[in-house]
């Protein structure tokens, strides 16, 4: 069973310009998170979708970021326009069920790097 | 709301040497707590989790972390460690009914020969 892959493995940008990073979950999971670490912080949640539903959007840290589920499959985040701050990893994860004991399983991440 | 403190950012440790990762987490819900670890370029992986029950945990690779609720603590502990777990390892706390997983800001583990 393939797990949690996400694309593209690196980005770097420039400030103002706009990154596209999307996730594809296990096949079959309804949910769908989105995370970030900045450099040598914690790892932070930004948003939850059930299945194309967005559940959860708290932790998005501003509206230049705009995140789709089209279908209930895969996911996208948008940066738009990107700014220093922006740089980190943004890691996906995914789970079957909806309730919080169910297991994450996350991909690789997205390094992103904005000059 | 919950948060997690990892307590040490580097552990350097002998190999065949144990180690303890310490975690201490604040909530004023009951919580669900989990050690993930990641290995370089690649995801986190689930080592371990605590639900309920024995607050005596085992996990993967030999890991095991005990649940402390008088000292809102979750440390995670090896006997044996091996050049192999070297990774960072992150302890995270759900409060019960929400979905929203809290990390602490990692732990850098080196085994040397």
């Known amino acids: 069973e393939a797990g949690v892959t996400q694309f593209p493995s690196h980005s770097v940008i420039e400030k103002g310009q706009t990154v596209t990073l999307r996730c594809d979950p296990i096949s079959g999971h309804d949910n769908l998170y989105w995370y970030r670490r900045v450099m040598g912080k914690e790892i932070k949640f930004l948003l939850h979708?059930?299945?194309?539903?967005?559940?959860?959007e708290s932790g998005m840290p501003n509206n230049r970021f705009l995140a789709e589920r089209t279908g209930g499959t895969y996911s996208t985040l948008k940066v738009q326009p990107a700014e220093l701050e922006d740089s980190g990893v943004y890691f996906c994860?995914?789970?079957?069920?909806?309730?919080?004991?169910?297991?994450?399983?996350f991909g690789p991440g997205t390094r992103l790097t904005v000059l | 709301a919950q948060s997690v403190t990892q307590l040490d950012s580097q552990v350097p440790v002998f190999e065949e040497a144990p180690v303890e990762l310490r975690c201490n987490y604040s909530s004023s819900v009951s919580v669900y707590l989990f050690w993930y670890v990641q290995y370089p370029n690649q995801g986190l992986q689930l080592l371990l989790k605590?639900?309920?029950?024995?607050?005596l945990v085992k996990g993967i690779n030999g890991f095991e972390a005990e649940f402390n609720k008088s000292q809102t603590s979750f440390h995670l502990r090896k006997p044996s460690v091996h050049i192999s777990d070297t990774a960072e390892y992150f302890c995270a706390v759900i409060g019960t009914g929400n979905n929203d997983m809290r990390f602490g800001a990692g732990t850098r583990l080196t085994v040397k020969p």
């Open positions: 605590y639900l309920s029950g024995s607050t």
């Open positions: 979708f059930v299945k194309e539903s967005k559940q959860d």
């Open positions: 994860a995914s789970s079957a069920w909806r309730t919080s004991t169910d297991t994450q399983y």
